[in-house]
């Protein structure tokens, strides 16, 4: 596995970071850690194929480790509960603008038997079992599944009191 360069963690720092801002998130501003961060998701890139979370153990599988492929699925609801992500590579606009702290985040991702156990479920799911609701952006049309809806529509930056159930 070659070392990955200044360089590389510089070119993905600045596209990260763009498509953060584009997309209403934020990277954590304290940039030695975001590149620590940027450096592990280059490693996994290397190892697994894939940029998995570098706070987690991934299992080298891409279809098993989808959901902590980054950003990752738990991303949002960490930003909402928490403040920032698993890893802290994204952070609350609060955050990062100094006027509130992340707090401790405890790990959303299931079990390996209970994601299996999902997985097996999904096979047989029809549109009224969905393991998650559908909601629907009212200003841009964004469907996105997940518990709630998110604080900031990635396409048009709409409120989350924008979102209604779709599914």
């Given amino acids: 596995m070659a070392d990955i360069t200044p360089a590389e963690i510089d070119r ?3 596209k990260l970071d763009k498509e953060a801002a584009s997309a209403g998130y934020n990277l954590n501003p304290e940039k030695a850690m975001t590149r620590e961060l940027l450096n592990g998701l280059l490693m996994n890139q290397q190892r697994y194929g894939y940029p998995s979370c570098p706070c987690r153990l991934a299992s080298g599988k891409k279809e098993a480790d989808l959901d902590i492929i980054c950003p990752c699925d738990y991303r949002d609801p960490d930003l909402e509960d928490f403040g920032a992500c698993y890893c802290s590579l994204y952070v609350s606009k609060g955050v990062a603008e100094g006027k509130e702290k992340a707090r401790s985040i405890p790990e959303r991702r299931p079990s390996r ?5 999902v997985k097996e479920e999904k096979k047989e799911a029809t549109i009224s079992s969905l393991p998650l609701p559908v909601w629907r952006c009212k200003v841009c049309g964004y469907l996105c599944a997940r518990e709630v809806p998110p604080g900031v529509c990635p ?13």
């Fill in 113 to 117: 038997d209970k994601r299996l156990k």
């Fill in 155 to 167: 396409i048009c930056k709409a409120g989350k009191e924008r979102f209604e159930r779709f599914i």
């Fill in 12 to 14: 993905l720092y600045e």
